[in-house]
């Protein structure tokens, strides 16, 4: 399924924008954004959720993969 970047909530999409291939961790999310630890956390839940992200061990966020 394609995300559709509209639903999303603005924490969500600001969150978003920091995440790439290479792993993130909560604190670095949270420096970055300039959002509450709640608010990065409520964003990830949300971005898990529609499958725009995943969290690896160690509490780390990557993009997930797009399907070709």
């Given at each position: 399924?394609?995300?559709?970047?509209?639903?999303?909530?603005?924490e969500a999409?600001?969150?978003?924008?920091?995440?790439?291939?290479?792993?993130?961790?909560?604190?670095?999310?949270?420096?970055?954004?300039?959002?509450?630890?709640?608010?990065?956390?409520?964003?990830?839940?949300?971005?898990?959720?529609?499958?725009?992200?995943?969290?690896?061990?160690?509490?780390?966020?990557?993009?997930?993969p797009?399907?070709?």
């Open positions: 399924p394609h995300l559709d970047r509209r639903t999303l909530s603005d999409t600001k969150v978003l924008g920091f995440i790439t291939d290479t792993p993130s961790t909560l604190e670095e999310l949270i420096a970055a954004t300039d959002l509450t630890a709640p608010g990065v956390m409520t964003a990830l839940t949300e971005l898990e959720m529609n499958g725009a992200i995943r969290c690896n061990p160690g509490q780390t966020y990557v993009l997930r797009t399907e070709q």
